[in-house]
């Protein structure tokens, strides 16, 4: 139940399957080929007002654009920021070098391969202008090609950590530096979404990745824990003249299907993201690794005035969660928080994170979708009988 309201809403985590014919212009995209622009333009406006009609069909509450322009949910900003040139090899996360011939045969996609990494060769400013505030226009034309009444609408963006996490740093002297310039242009994105009136998502999984990085892996809870502070504070600076009201954060241990079996747990890790300067949080619930750890909220309350948004469905399997499993997993989420602390119900993760790298079947993502509309129903009559 939420606060001021009398069922749970449901929501989603940004990216949303794409259209065979849009994947196959993003990855001529990718490979350096020209692409028409009346083609490109045409497809992207197609692919965003049909996830968007089919969020309304499934009875989605709170809606985004499915992210469908963009190549990832991480690596979209190398077309926004100066600076990035080229692509270097790097280290897989410390989970999956345990396991190399896994990851060997799972990470690679005919789009992109996530062992490179785009690298910053100069000072890194935001360029993007003109290509956000497209694709905030495409949204807008395809809710009123839609003509669907959302409850609310959501556009994300990638946190300054997660940028620099995810970029080889060839030009700043430190990493706080590359860290500081990151927060400062990723600022100018936030604004201009805060400025549409819609809610801002800041994707930051490395907020509870960090410990998995080439660089922190092997280091102390409390050095990992001073890292998420860093990036916490990095991006409270990027989010000055952003109303916290208005801003939602993603968390999550890498969307991803490996061994997690070096993840930090949540209630270590709680205390230190509560310091954003947010009103909304987004943790995954039901990832096994991870579904015992609603008890952290009770250990460590959900600030008053936010918003918890559980992850209570699987992005990383073809399996449908049963609608009564997404109901068991809101309950005991809803027994662990105050009456006061509105939930959200929504999937661990998204379902297109990495642009040809679906875990999950088009057609079944929408069905969990659809799953997580009536699980929250039956949590609502639960947690009010």
């Given at each position: 139940?939420?606060?001021?309201?009398?069922?749970?809403?449901?929501?989603?985590?940004?990216?949303?399957?794409?259209?065979?014919?849009?994947?196959?212009?993003?990855?001529?995209?990718?490979?350096?080929?020209?692409?028409?622009?009346?083609?490109?333009?045409?497809?992207?406006?197609?692919?965003?007002?049909?996830?968007?009609?089919?969020?309304?069909?499934?009875?989605?509450?709170?809606?985004?654009?499915?992210?469908?322009?963009?190549?990832?949910?991480?690596?979209?900003?190398?077309?926004?920021?100066?600076?990035?040139?080229?692509?270097?090899?790097?280290?897989?996360?410390?989970?999956?070098?345990?396991?190399?011939?896994?990851?060997?045969?799972?990470?690679?996609?005919?789009?992109?391969?996530?062992?490179?990494?785009?690298?910053?060769?100069?000072?890194?400013?935001?360029?993007?202008?003109?290509?956000?505030?497209?694709?905030?226009?495409?949204?807008?034309?395809?809710?009123?090609?839609?003509?669907?009444?959302?409850?609310?609408?959501?556009?994300?963006?990638?946190?300054?950590?997660?940028?620099?996490?995810?970029?080889?740093?060839?030009?700043?002297?430190?990493?706080?530096?590359?860290?500081?310039?990151?927060?400062?242009?990723?600022?100018?994105?936030?604004?201009?979404?805060?400025?549409?009136?819609?809610?801002?998502?800041?994707?930051?999984?490395?907020?509870?990745?960090?410990?998995?990085?080439?660089?922190?892996?092997?280091?102390?809870?409390?050095?990992?824990?001073?890292?998420?502070?860093?990036?916490?504070?990095?991006?409270?600076?990027?989010?000055?003249?952003?109303?916290?009201?208005?801003?939602?954060?993603?968390?999550?241990?890498?969307?991803?299907?490996?061994?997690?079996?070096?993840?930090?747990?949540?209630?270590?890790?709680?205390?230190?993201?509560?310091?954003?300067?947010?009103?909304?949080?987004?943790?995954?619930?039901?990832?096994?690794?991870?579904?015992?750890?609603?008890?952290?909220?009770?250990?460590?309350?959900?600030?008053?005035?936010?918003?918890?948004?559980?992850?209570?469905?699987?992005?990383?399997?073809?399996?449908?969660?049963?609608?009564?499993?997404?109901?068991?997993?809101?309950?005991?989420?809803?027994?662990?928080?105050?009456?006061?602390?509105?939930?959200?119900?929504?999937?661990?993760?998204?379902?297109?994170?990495?642009?040809?790298?679906?875990?999950?079947?088009?057609?079944?993502?929408?069905?969990?979708?659809e799953a997580l509309v009536e699980g929250a129903e039956i949590a609502t009559?639960?947690?009010?009988?």
């Open positions: 139940m939420t606060a001021n309201d009398d069922r749970i809403r449901t929501t989603h985590i940004g990216s949303l399957p794409r259209p065979p014919e849009l994947l196959e212009l993003l990855t001529r995209r990718q490979d350096g080929e020209t692409v028409d622009t009346d083609e490109w333009d045409s497809t992207v406006a197609d692919a965003t007002r049909d996830v968007v009609a089919r969020q309304a069909e499934v009875g989605i509450d709170v809606a985004n654009n499915g992210e469908q322009s963009r190549v990832s949910f991480n690596w979209y900003v190398a077309d926004r920021l100066s600076g990035i040139e080229g692509k270097r090899e790097q280290e897989l996360w410390a989970d999956l070098q345990e396991f190399p011939d896994y990851a060997d045969e799972t990470f690679k996609t005919d789009v992109i391969d996530l062992s490179m990494h785009p690298v910053v060769t100069g000072p890194i400013e935001y360029t993007g202008q003109d290509e956000a505030e497209t694709e905030l226009a495409e949204f807008q034309d395809a809710l009123a090609a839609v003509d669907t009444d959302f409850e609310g609408t959501f556009m994300t963006s990638a946190s300054p950590s997660v940028v620099t996490a995810t970029h080889v740093n060839d030009y700043y002297d430190s990493y706080e530096e590359f860290l500081f310039a990151a927060a400062d242009a990723m600022a100018e994105e936030y604004e201009l979404v805060a400025e549409t009136g819609m809610t801002l998502q800041i994707d930051a999984p490395e907020l509870l990745t960090v410990g998995q990085t080439a660089a922190y892996a092997g280091e102390s809870l409390e050095d990992i824990k001073g890292a998420t502070r860093l990036h916490v504070k990095a991006l409270n600076e990027a989010l000055s003249n952003v109303p916290a009201e208005q801003v939602r954060l993603h968390t999550c241990w890498g969307s991803y299907e490996g061994p997690h079996h070096l993840d930090t747990d949540l209630v270590e890790m709680l205390p230190e993201i509560y310091e954003a300067d947010i009103t909304g949080l987004s943790i995954e619930q039901a990832n096994p690794r991870h579904q015992h750890e609603y008890r952290a909220f009770a250990e460590h309350p959900v600030p008053d005035g936010w918003t918890l948004i559980p992850g209570v469905v699987d992005v990383k399997t073809n399996i449908i969660d049963h609608p009564e499993t997404i109901a068991d997993r809101l309950e005991r989420v809803a027994d662990e928080v105050d009456d006061a602390t509105p939930l959200v119900a929504a999937p661990d993760c998204g379902f297109g994170t990495q642009a040809g790298l679906g875990m999950v079947s088009p057609e079944i993502a929408w069905a969990k979708l009559e639960r947690i009010d009988g």
